[in-house]
């Protein structure tokens, strides 16, 4: 071999050493098990991006509140202890993005398809960028589902909220939304929220099927209500000092890996609730209702003054966009099965 292509192979074979001993590791901190939608997402961002970077990036997922709870990853990745997060879009209000927590207003997106149209538009981009002040950059949306009421009174009627303790995450819509029921809401983090129903911190909460048999929820609650009233999503987001400091060519790589990632965890969600939902009828611990379309009428009745009284706080014409993003996903619902 001559002298030059020597070096050139060993300068090439120490740097690829020199990647694998010390790659660049993201922490992708989360708080729901391995098993849900969110929790394979991650695996598989982590299979993807270690793929396209050749090892270069290592990426290290620590699920179920192993690292932090709900508030504390988010000021973990603002000061970059970890890189990555994916938290619901009901969580970013005590960071001072309010705006997120339009999602959470009731029976405001009546499909999977309304979603789509907003996420992947120009409000669910515009959404994100109002991060970027925050130090963040927001990468992906990621389905969860659409949520259930849970607890140990019968929940059929709105006026059986009245009185009930229901847990809730920490946004200020789902707060005004179990006040329209006359519930009395009370944040907990995710974490905490099957101590608080054993120990009757709570009598109640709502969440996907996913999350409540993934947290064995149902093992401490008598009733479960399939009323689709809201919507758990997750913004996937990076520290962006971190993120914008990527070599191009492993922010390019990262980027194909996340694009991928998100086609993938957007596409198990639905099954993966629909097979939550069929592991909690079957583990026989809690009763199973869902609501005929008359009781559903009654329930969008009494929740819709939320949308007024949020106004204030999410922006009108935020309500208005997503209003109109439904509307349209509807019209082109009827038109496809005509
Ligand atoms: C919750 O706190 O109920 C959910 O946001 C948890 C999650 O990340 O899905």
Redesign the pocket.
Known sequence: MKLQSFVFVTTLAFSAAGWAQNPIVIKFS???TIDTP?GKGALKFKELAEAATKGRVKVEVYPNSQLYK?KEELEALQMGAVQMLA??L??FGPLGVKEFEVYDIPYILPSKAALQRVNEGPVGKALLKKLEPKGIVGLAYWD?GFKDMTSNKPMVKPSDFRGQKMRI?SSKVLDAQMRALGANPQVLA?SEVYQGMQTGVVDGSE?TPS?IYTQKMHEVQKYLTVSDHGY?G?AVIANKKFWEGLPPDIRTALDGAMREATVYANQIAQQENDAALEGIRKAGKTQVRVLTAQEKAEWKKALLPVQATVAPRVGKALIDSFNKEAAAADAAAKTAMK
């Open positions: 989360h708080v729901t969110k709900d938290p619901s009901s969580k969860n995450q995710f969440n999350n758990i997750y």
